[in-house]
């Protein structure tokens, strides 16, 4: 069914200033808000090929060893957009790094071994003898920061814009 509108003249100029007032705001939340949502799966693909941790760049990539940080990637609407962040405890030392020399990691050594047999193919036995190494290791060089979400922030703004023009032809 086709709808009409018909505007006098002499009411369009009060008609541009209540769709900017009223639809326009109400338009690009909506699609701020569906464009955090379609952002995640970019995330994904950002966690899953990010570089090594190592310092000198050696290892295999990917921001991820038992799937945690990759799962923990959300959005949620807040007053005028949206918000797109991960919640694990850990993000913040993935995104930016850790310095070498800054205090060691927090994780237990069972932590660490589980991690040597995820991403190392180590044996239980060859993990557990390898976590106090690997601890250590990260303690005097420190680990890279692996810019997931920094990287990811172009083709978001792309998303997150073609959003927002979607929900503002609908709102015109």
């Not at 850990?90 to 932590?111: H, Q």
């Amino acid at each position: 069914m086709e709808r009409t509108i018909v505007i006098d003249a002499r009411d369009y100029e009060a008609w541009l200033l209540k769709l900017a007032q009223e639809k326009i705001p109400e338009a690009m939340e909506r699609g701020a808000v569906s464009g955090a949502a379609r952002c995640i799966p970019l995330l994904h693909t950002a966690t899953d090929t990010a570089p090594p941790a190592n310092p000198s760049g050696k290892g295999s990539g990917g921001a991820f060893s038992s799937g945690k940080y990759k799962s923990m990637w959300r959005s949620r609407p807040i007053r005028g957009g949206a918000q797109v962040f991960n919640d694990a405890s850990y993000a913040a030392v993935i995104e930016e790094g850790r310095r070498p020399g800054a205090k060691g990691p927090p994780f237990t050594p069972d932590v660490i071994a589980g991690w040597a047999q995820r991403r190392l193919g180590l044996s239980a036995k060859e993990a557990k003898n390898a976590a106090f190494a690997i601890r250590r290791a990260i303690k005097v060089r420190g680990l890279r920061a692996r810019k997931v979400l920094t990287t990811s922030i172009p083709k978001m703004t792309d998303v997150v814009l073609e959003e927002i023009v979607r929900e503002l032809e609908r709102a015109w």
